[in-house]
Nanobody, 127 residues
Framework: QVQVVESGGGSVQAGGSLRLSCAAS????????MAWFRQAPGKEREGVAM????????YYADSVKGRFTISQDNGKNSLYLQMNSLKFEDTGMYYC????????????????????WGQGTQVTVSS
């Protein structure tokens, strides 16, 4: 069983930055697909960024390309999301997800592909 816990959310003005963290309680996150999803009020949960901890090409949603950066620290079993130039439309609950499978080709996995989810951390961007 893998537990993931997000942190780092908060309120920020448009144009600002936040860094989200996700800590996984497992022996190692090597060879895991790790991802950030978000859900705005009244909208479906969507994939924001994903990476395969064993290497390969990360995936970014078009709406965040050039502004968000996903990264990992295998030694700390942690995943991060650096969010810069935040926009009002980035507001939502951000979830960390993990699954022991490959996703290093730059092609996103769907919600159903992930078996481990955190409780989410709220990001609020004021315009």
């Amino acid at each position: 069983q893998v537990q993931v816990v997000e942190s780092g959310g908060g309120s920020v003005q448009a144009g600002g930055s936040l860094r989200l963290s996700c800590a996984a309680s497992t022996y190692t996150i090597r060879n895991f697909c790790m991802a950030w999803f978000r859900q705005a009020p009244g909208k479906e949960r969507e994939g924001v960024a994903m990476l395969y901890t064993g290497g390969g090409r990360a995936y970014y949603a078009d709406s965040v390309k050039g502004r968000f950066t996903i990264s990992q620290d295998n030694g700390k079993n942690s995943l991060y999301l650096q969010m810069n130039s935040l926009k009002f439309e980035d507001t939502g609950m951000y979830y960390c997800a993990a699954e022991f499978r490959y996703c290093g080709g730059g092609v996103p996995l769907g919600l159903a592909d992930f078996g481990y989810w955190g409780q989410g951390t709220q990001v609020t961007v004021s315009s």
